[in-house]
């Protein structure tokens, strides 16, 4: 587990794949994180690391902002909790795009938003964004790839409202992380890996490294950026 000795650790979106990951390295009594509807996973999650857990649907701005509020002060606010929908943009469903906006875009800034309000001088936001950001080098991708950069004119923006206190805003981009949403060994791996200059899916547990970096003292001097750990998939 990543040493930041009482320091108050918000997750939100814990329960699976890169969320679990920092969980378990972030993982203590000083540490929340919420689910949405993985029970099991968030149940089996706070036994093994002792982590306490929120169900909570970040799609709801209010109760995403209740809950925010509830465990404030936060010294650390971790944002993973996000949604894919991707395909023909002539075909998918508007209600769909919209949800992943309100998932994606807006509950990032209204949780780092409300988080700061109360957060100690020298706080740490941590947005966990994309590197299809920065590419989309196939077609489908359009919509995700507009709420993944969405992330990075908020981080910059708020990295200059908050840093007069010290609370760095930063934002990890990983690329192809095997995951339950994008398998490494799912259909479009070897496509995937044709983009990287290392071809193979990242581990959950190479972003929760860097998110404990970023977190850790060490970077105090990190804020407004985009931390990209893609295996080359954007060089």
Known sequence: M????DRKILILGGSRGIGAALVRKFGGVNTVFT??????AAEALTVETGARSVRVDSADRDALIAAVRA???IDILIVNAGTLAMGDPLELDADAIDHMIDVNVRAPYFASVEAARTMPDNGRILIIGSTNGDRIPFAGGAAYAMTKSAIQGMV????????????????IQPGPTDTDMNPADGPMAETMHGFMA?????????VADY??????PAAAMITGSMQTIDGGFAA
């Open 198 to 206: 290392i071809k193979r899916h990242i581990h959950a547990t190479e």
């Open 211 to 216: 998110a404990a970096f970023l977190a850790s």
């Open 35 to 40: 689910f949405a509807g993985s029970t099991d």
């Open 2 to 5: 990543a040493d930041l000795g």
């Open 156 to 171: 910059r923006g708020l990295a200059r409202d908050f840093g007069s206190r010290g609370i760095t805003v930063n934002s």
């Open 71 to 73: 465990e404030g002060p």
